[in-house]
């Protein structure tokens, strides 16, 4: 059974730094690419990265490039998600995502499988 639960989130105080992770079960990570994604309040869902099976790397949005780092150890079945200094526009809900893929598409998209629950961040003043 394909499970993903975020944990990390919370009230954080701008300018703090951020580490989400993504931990996995009951599938081959090898075999699956696992995309970020967060909706802020009045907004779409957007994938801010995707990193494949063979630790290949994407990241999508003007907004979020160069600002997320997504990362997951050799045989370690977490992935994670940091930004160094947060602000109010990252308040939001962030979600990790499977999906049976060899390759993380060109573009962000929302063609995953399976989603965690999703895991609040809120950036105070």
């Known amino acids: 059974q394909v499970q993903l639960v975020e944990s990390g989130g919370g009230l954080v105080q701008s300018g703090n730094s951020l580490i989400l992770s993504c931990e996995a079960s009951?599938?081959?990570?090898?075999?699956?690419?696992i995309g970020w994604f967060r909706q802020a309040p009045g907004k779409e869902r957007e994938e801010i990265a995707c990193?494949?099976?063979?630790?290949?790397?994407?990241y999508y949005g003007d907004s979020v490039k160069g600002r997320f780092t997504i990362s997951r150890p050799t045989d370690a079945k977490t992935i994670y998600l940091q930004k160094p200094s947060l602000s109010s526009e990252d308040t939001a809900v962030y979600y990790c995502a499977a999906d049976f893929r060899d390759r993380c598409p060109d573009e962000g998209d929302m063609e995953y499988e399976y989603w965690g629950q999703g895991t609040q961040v809120t950036v105070s003043p």
């Open positions: 009951g599938f081959d990570l090898h075999y699956f690419i």
């Open positions: 990193i494949s099976g063979r630790r290949i790397i994407k």
